[in-house]
Structures are given as C-alpha cells and as structure tokens.
C-alpha cells in the first residue's frame, strides 16, 4: 500500500516562498508518476503540476507556470513543491498523489494534504 505524507504547508504574505514536500512509501522507488492537487474552499480540485516517474515529464497548471516547480529525488522516495510569489488565490489544501503512468491525470494514492495560506 502507497503511503504519502505531505509536510512544509503555512501561512506566508503574497510574494513569499513555500516549500512542500511529501514523502512516500511502499512503492518501488521512481515506479510512480507524482503530483500535486489543491482544492480551495467551495472549489473543485485540481491538478497544479506533475512529474513522470523518471522525472522527464512535467506539467504546470497555466496559473502557476513560471512560479512553482516540481521535483522528485527516488532515492529519497520523495517529491517536492517549491513555490515562489505566492499569491492570494494560491490558498488551498494542497494534496501529494501518486499513480500510473506519466501524467497522474487521475492519481491511485493520496495523502492527507498540508494546508497553504496565502495573505494579500
């Protein structure tokens, strides 16, 4: 069973930087595509980027293209989120997954989510 545990969510002011990071286990390292969703109150989640399973393969929701970028280290079993001028719309849960195949469009496993607080 795939296990992910999200962590480095908080409040920052609009301009300042996050980082997130989720760790995953039980699963062969690098076997899964990974991603990260959020979900803002009253909206729908959706998918703000993802990474293949080799690293060679991401993609970037329009509204953070240029601000956030996604990494992956699978000797760390772990993928990380950096993001940079966060802005007040960036408020969310945001959620690690992981699944199949190389854009994690519908993910198999998710974690618990870290909350993101942006204030103007």
Not at 33 to 54: D, H, L, N, Y
Not at 72 to 78: F, M, Q, S
């Amino acid at each position: 069973q795939v296990q992910l545990v999200e962590s480095g969510g908080g409040s920052v002011q609009a301009g300042g930087s996050l980082r997130l990071s989720c760790a995953a286990s039980g699963y062969t390292r690098g076997s899964y595509c990974m991603a990260w969703f959020r979900q803002a109150p009253g909206k729908a989640r959706e998918r703000v980027t993802s990474i293949g399973p080799g690293g060679g393969s991401t993609y970037y929701a329009d509204s953070v293209k240029g601000r956030f970028t996604i990494s992956r280290d699978n000797a760390k079993n772990t993928v990380y989120l950096q993001m940079i001028s966060l802005k007040p719309e960036d408020t969310a849960m945001y959620y690690c997954a992981a699944g199949w195949g190389t854009w994690c469009s519908s993910p198999n496993y998710w974690g618990q989510g870290t909350q993101v607080t942006v204030s103007s």
